[in-house]
């Protein structure tokens, strides 16, 4: 499969602590972002970069949210001090040109 | 006023029926549009993609883009149970995309 790929699936945490998921992209794709998305809503755009440079960040993505993209491949996207409103399912897409593809996604549960 | 609007539905049609669906948006430097199909606890599938103004076709599905009026349409011919999912209407100026909120289609056979 040559698709975007998301780990893990699933993560439920306790409140205050730190998660980490991970997005590989297709491979020839030089563009990845990231979004959120809640029950009943449309994703909402957290971040993107362009090879390894981030180039935008939302609003929503506050100081305990973190994205890398080290050597432009995968990339990452940490939040620390977890809150329940963090739960949500986390999105990674990718694209070559305007079109984005999106992963199977990270569904994260606070506790 | 939100950026993109789109009707949350639920929508319940005949198996056969056409879909029309539809967005309307704010913002007139969008010019790439998307629609894509979630289903349940899954990541959105991109379904179609148009440029600008103009329609697209492809097999039972048609898009249709009037930035004039600021409001795209998904027509989908035919349609079957498997199309039962969430649509996603998205758009860009280029890089991060505006999604509506989705429209939760049934069809019933």
């Known amino acids: 499969d040559t698709g975007v790929s998301q780990d893990p699936r699933h993560k439920i945490t306790k409140r205050g602590q730190n998660v980490t998921f991970r997005c590989d992209p297709i491979?020839?794709?030089?563009?990845l972002y990231w979004y959120r998305q809640t029950l009943g809503q449309g994703p909402e755009f957290l971040t993107y970069?362009?090879?390894?440079?981030?180039?935008?960040k939302s609003r929503l993505l506050s100081d305990r949210f973190s994205a890398e993209r080290p050597k432009g491949s995968f990339s990452t996207l940490e939040i620390q001090r977890t809150e329940q409103g963090d739960s949500a399912m986390y999105l990674c897409?990718?694209?070559?040109?305007?079109?984005?593809?999106f992963g199977p996604g990270t569904r994260l549960t606070v506790l | 006023q939100k950026e993109v609007e789109q009707d949350p539905g639920p929508l319940s049609v005949p198996e056969g029926a056409i879909v029309s669906l539809n967005c309307t948006y704010s913002?007139?430097?969008?010019?790439?549009f998307m629609w894509y199909r979630q289903y349940s606890r899954k990541g959105p599938e991109l379904l179609m993609y148009?440029?600008?103004?103009g329609n697209k076709e492809d097999g039972r599905f048609t898009a249709q883009v009037d930035k004039s009026s600021k409001y795209i349409s998904l027509f989908i011919r035919d349609s079957q149970p498997s199309d039962s999912a969430t649509y996603l209407c998205?758009?860009?100026?280029?890089?991060?995309?505006?999604f509506g909120a989705g429209t939760r289609l049934t069809v019933k056979p």
């Open positions: 897409a990718s694209s070559l040109m305007a079109e984005q593809f």
């Open positions: 491979s020839e794709h030089n563009r």
């Open positions: 970069f362009q090879n390894e440079a981030q180039l935008e």
């Open positions: 913002n007139s430097a969008f010019q790439y």
């Open positions: 148009t440029y600008s103004s």
């Open positions: 998205a758009m860009s100026a280029y890089g991060d995309m505006r």
